[in-house]
């Protein structure tokens, strides 16, 4: 389970890449890819295996100017979901 | 064309060439009779006008692309380029110092096949004694710190080791595992009736298959592939014709799919005379089968026609001579009775001898075609 103290960072697989015709970051993988939401893009590309989840909630409560509760769980969703699907990876 | 058709993904079929001679090889059966291949430049060309288009995956395939000795100049060049690049290969022939260097260059993932869970049986499908040396080359891969794919073709023969198949997967430490059923088209069509497995063999395979995914769920991401002759509705070809990929050929017609250029009367360019551009949105051929306009009735109607586009057309050519028939694998199109026959046949009869992939195809593909209809 992903929680407030995990430590996250793309699987081997996975890598970001901006995508100018939709003006969107992509999480590619073999043979697939995802289309991120701009929130999506900014969580992902926080998940460097030093900060931790909780750390991202606050640093991104700030920015978007939102409740830290509300975006933590909205993140912690998002990631458990990357998490089942093998996209992201705890580091011990 | 509108919108909503762009390619992601670019499967570049750099050779034909392999050393492997696998009975279910989704090459053409005259694959032999093409053998000019594009040049490095034309390669690094396309990648770029690809890339252009908006494609973002490129899968290195063949044939084996390992026999291509600029395969490092096309990885550099998708590197650069910010494609995610995936070798699809046998892992034969392959040195641990050129798998190095791939990952130095920013090659992303690499796929590698595995016909078996034992030499015998394995080396028995591809042809050649391959088995013992794919495990060492799926060995470096990790080694070297590469997301592995492993990709097995199931068919009547390896179906009911699927739990081995997965436990071998473990072993390995793939990223991703693929359980793809052989599809009847390429070499899998001369060879269906050895092949074809039973529906009793293939549920219990998916069960299986379905076990594995929930309980490696994170770890190894476990796909499995029913074969079309069992979906009873089509799967969704390509994503639609024209819509998501292009596949290039080794001669370099850029095409819908692996077998486009096997359907009589249509026509595609080559990159060597036109761009990449200009064939996705005005050749002929990637125009055929766009759209809903070609439809036949039962499709023209159907709930389901933006959802599987009308499934495959190489399918519809080679099961009934009309590439513009509804796939006959839909329990909806008058020609289903095709694949019913085809599925009681692996009920009731003893399997053939198999035929191997061989650059006599052409020949063989005539053979083919004298047979009896193979319904």
């Known amino acids: 389970m992903i929680s407030a103290e995990s430590r996250l960072r793309l699987a081997a697989k996975a890598r970001l890449r901006f995508d100018r015709k939709s003006s969107r970051y992509m999480l590619l993988y ?63 | 064309m509108t919108e909503s ?21 989704s090459n053409p059966l005259d694959y032999g009779r093409h053998r000019e291949e594009l040049d490095t430049e034309t390669w690094r060309r396309v990648l770029r006008e690809a890339e ?21 100049a096309l990885v550099e060049e998708a590197r650069r380029l910010d494609l995610y690049t995936n070798l699809i290969t046998s892992g034969i022939p392959l040195r641990r110092e050129r798998l190095a260097r791939f990952r130095e260059l920013g090659l992303d993932n690499v796929q590698i096949s595995i016909q078996d869970t034992e030499a015998a049986p394995s080396d028995r499908i591809a042809g050649l004694r391959a088995f013992d040396r794919k495990l060492v080359v799926a060995g470096w891969v990790k080694e070297l ?10 068919h009547r023969e390896n179906l009911d080791r699927v739990e081995e198949v997965v436990a071998l997967a473990e072993r390995l430490g793939a990223d991703r595992l693929e359980l793809a059923n052989a599809q009847y088209l390429g070499w899998a069509l001369p060879n269906r009736a050895a092949l074809l497995p039973t529906r009793a063999q293939l549920a219990r395979a998916r069960e299986v298959a ?72 005005d050749s002929a051929g ?36 009309n590439a513009a028939a509804t796939d006959p694998t839909c329990q909806f199109s008058p ?29 063989m593909g005539e053979e083919r075609r004298s047979l009896p209809p193979i319904s």
């Open chain 1, 30 to 92: 073999p043979e697939r890819g995802l289309v991120l939401n701009p929130t999506a893009a900014d969580v992902l590309q926080r998940c460097d295996g030093e900060r931790t989840v909780g750390s991202i909630v606050t640093e991104l409560a700030q920015q978007y100017g939102h409740e830290a509760p509300a975006v933590e769980r909205e993140v912690l969703e998002f990631l458990q979901t990357m998490a089942d699907r093998g996209l992201v990876r705890a580091t011990p």
């Open chain 2, 5 to 25: 058709e762009r390619p992601y993904t670019l499967v570049a079929e750099l050779t034909y060439r392999c050393p492997l001679r696998c009975v279910y090889c």
């Open chain 2, 52 to 72: 252009d288009l908006g494609v973002v995956q490129l899968n290195l395939t063949g044939g084996e692309p390992l026999v291509r000795d600029d395969l490092e």
């Open chain 2, 145 to 154: 710190g590469f997301p592995l794919t492993l990709n097995t073709v199931l």
């Open chain 2, 210 to 281: 379905a076990a594995a995914r929930n309980r490696l769920r994170g770890t190894m991401e476990v796909l499995f592939v029913t074969p079309d002759y069992y979906t009873d509705l089509p799967k969704a070809c390509m994503d639609g014709w024209g819509r998501r990929f292009i596949v290039l050929s080794p001669e370099g017609l850029a095409l819908p799919c692996h077998a486009a250029h096997t359907l009589p009367g249509l026509h595609f360019d080559s990159v060597r005379d036109r761009s990449l551009g200009e064939i996705w949105r």
């Open chain 2, 286 to 321: 990637f125009r055929a089968f766009r759209g809903e306009e070609w439809m036949p009735e039962p499709c023209r109607s159907c709930d389901r026609r933006g959802i599987d586009f009308g499934g495959c057309r190489c399918q519809a050519y080679h099961l009934t001579g």
């Open chain 2, 335 to 363: 020609d289903h009775g095709l694949i019913e026959t085809a599925r009681e046949a692996a009920e009731n009869t003893e399997a053939p001898e198999l035929i191997y992939r061989t650059e006599r195809g052409g020949s």
